[in-house]
């Protein structure tokens, strides 16, 4: 089973509001990520999380903060977004992220649109 | 450090058609190459992967192989459908790296 899922899978919030995105997945990886996708582009990282460690964070705003309660969920918490935010938000997971060329598997995706 | 280029889109192509999408990499490394598709509103799927010289991926009818004298990992596929309308993108992890370093993605539409 390769399957990552992500809630919800549309989202809609105000540029107060505070809201959380979801991964999980059960195929006993120890590495998951954060991406954010926009129209006709590739993903682009923003988290990576390694043995529930934060390994790579590139450089994204703090309205964005991720949290890894355990090896098979990943969150994304969102607070004071701005619109220019609005994307396909891409989770991905796999082995342990420590040697370098892994699979990642993605999930479905949360499409986000911030008013 | 690290790039992927893949062939500009958009591919347009009949149904029956053959089809080859151009990915070549740049890497420190020696990296593992894979092909992800993404269908219309949807997540990213894992096509194919190779992970060493002259290694050849496949699923679906598509195929790739890996070349390390060209640097190279197209797609091909020999008689494409409809629902083979896509975006494709390449992209290679490198030893070490924790990223993976996408090229810009092709669409594909295959018509009736």
């Known amino acids: 089973d390769t399957e990552v899922t992500q809630t919800p899978k549309h989202l809609v919030m105000g540029m107060t509001n505070k809201k959380s995105l979801k991964c999980e997945q059960h195929?006993?990886?120890?590495?998951m990520y954060w991406y954010k996708q926009k129209a006709k582009k590739p993903p682009e990282l923003m988290f990576v999380?390694?043995?529930?460690?934060?390994?790579i964070n590139e450089s994204v705003p703090s309205r964005f903060s991720p949290e890894c309660p355990n090896s098979s969920l990943l969150n994304l918490h969102l607070h004071a977004l701005q619109p220019e935010d609005s994307a396909l938000y891409l989770c991905?997971?796999?082995?342990?992220?420590?040697?370098?060329?892994?699979?990642?598997?993605f999930g479905p995706g949360t499409r986000l649109l911030v008013l | 450090g690290d790039s992927v280029t893949q062939m500009e889109g958009p591919v347009t192509l009949s149904e029956e058609a053959f089809l080859t999408i151009n990915c070549t990499y740049t890497?420190?490394?020696?990296?593992?190459l894979f092909w992800y598709v993404q269908y219309p509103g949807e997540g990213l799927q894992l096509l194919l992967k190779?992970?060493?010289?002259?290694d050849k991926g496949s699923n679906k009818g598509f195929e790739a192989t890996y070349r390390k004298e060209t640097t190279s990992f197209h797609l091909e596929k020999g008689s494409v459908q409809v629902s083979d309308s896509a975006v494709y993108f390449c992209?290679?992890?490198?030893?070490?790296?924790?990223?993976?370093?996408f090229g810009q993605g092709t669409r594909l539409t295959i018509n009736p």
């Open positions: 195929m006993g990886h120890r590495a």
């Open positions: 890497a420190t490394g020696y990296p593992s």
């Open positions: 190779a992970t060493k010289a002259d």
């Open positions: 991905a997971s796999s082995q342990d992220g420590t040697g370098g060329r892994e699979t990642q598997y």
């Open positions: 992209a290679l992890s490198d030893q070490g790296a924790q990223k993976l370093v």
């Open positions: 999380y390694s043995y529930e460690k934060l390994s």
